[in-house]
């Protein structure tokens, strides 16, 4: 609190490299906590575990651990009730789980499909169920998504090691696959969406993976580099094009047809994030223009969205 009684309405950490991944614990007993990942061009790679001190309004790490290559993506297990061992997940060549406690984090568990190889498919992102935290799903650069299933020892305080196994492999697209997400539709664990290379969204469904559903095609066929799903409505998802200054809106009962198109930057689009209150809000970053009325345009988005995460504890757009 200030001298004044009013909490900071801007909180600010200063990683000691280029941040690249980055996500908010959902924990109960964890509040205000983030975990970063590096980007340093090297094997080399560190991830952060930073929290709030709330009676000094100071951001600070908690831990920080190695990682090898850069974090594609990092995510806090999903676990909104505290009932599962405290985990956090990392890709890049492979898809990492790691168990965090107060004095350290360990890893549990590394997943690999492809043990007959010494080489691997680095891993472009995943997504964590939110309703079956048992289950995650991996996109790959050898065009294919990976379905996997983990046993997490789900009684609280349990010290038995976290395991998985893959539940099911698929090629999802004609070029790499960049992003992965399960949607919330058809309660919630058995459908999915992709993105890739060769520019389509893609929707699958695990009880009929025989087949799936192109919902769009870029008309120039350019790369989609994300997607998201509206967290109130599963019928939209957004995407956005490689190098592309504009956010398309999908709707998967109209497939191939946008339902809107957000063109308001004016630089190329690096994140996504609908609002965890609202399915009318949707939170876009852009590359900031070295041009001052460009930059503090970027500058907006970037302060709501942060970085296209948007926090489920503080969801009321100001």
């Known amino acids: 609190m200030s001298l004044h009684g009013k909490r900071k309405e801007i909180y600010k950490y200063e990683a000691p490299w280029t941040v ?8 109960p007993d964890k509040r205000f906590r983030l975990a970063l ?3 340093v061009e090297e094997y080399n790679n560190k991830v952060q575990l930073v929290g709030l001190e709330e009676e000094s309004s100071e951001f600070v790490c908690r831990n920080t651990f190695d990682h090898p290559y850069p974090t594609t993506k990092i995510m806090w297990i999903p676990d909104t009730k505290g009932v ?3 985990l956090l997940a990392t890709s890049g060549d492979y898809l990492r789980i790691w168990r965090v406690s107060d ?4 890893l549990e568990c590394l997943l690999n499909n492809n043990k007959n190889s010494d080489f691997c498919a680095p891993l472009t992102s995943f997504d964590w169920n939110e309703v079956d935290p048992n289950l995650l799903g991996t996109s790959s650069i050898d065009t294919t998504c990976t379905i996997w299933g983990l046993e997490t020892g789900q009684v609280l305080g349990r010290v038995n090691l976290v395991s998985g196994h893959v539940k099911t492999q698929l090629i999802a697209h004609d070029k790499e696959v960049y992003d992965i997400a399960f949607s919330r539709a058809g309660g919630g664990r058995d459908m ?6 060769d520019g389509s969204v893609r929707m699958f469904d695990l009880r009929h ?4 559903t192109i919902i769009y095609e870029d008309p120039q066929h350019h790369p989609l580099l994300r997607l998201c799903w509206n967290k109130q409505d599963p019928n939209y998802l957004a995407t956005m094009a490689m190098d592309g200054m504009e956010v398309v809106i999908l709707d998967v009962r109209v497939p191939c047809t946008p339902v809107a198109r ?3 930057h004016r630089a190329c689009v690096n994140g996504i994030a609908w609002a965890p209150h609202s399915s009318c809000h949707i939170c876009t970053a852009g590359k900031v ?4 009325r460009e930059g503090l345009h970027a500058a907006h988005y970037l302060c709501h969205a942060s970085l296209g995460l948007w926090s489920s504890k503080h969801s009321s757009p100001h």
Do not use: C, I, K, Q
């Open 20 to 27: 690249y991944a980055m996500n908010w614990s959902v924990r």
């Open 37 to 39: 990942g590096s980007f």
């Open 84 to 86: 599962y061992p405290d």
């Open 103 to 106: 004095t350290e984090t360990r």
């Open 192 to 197: 999915f969406a992709s993105v890739g290379a």
């Open 209 to 212: 993976l025989e087949h799936s």
């Open 262 to 264: 957000l063109n308001n």
């Open 289 to 292: 223009l070295p041009n001052l």
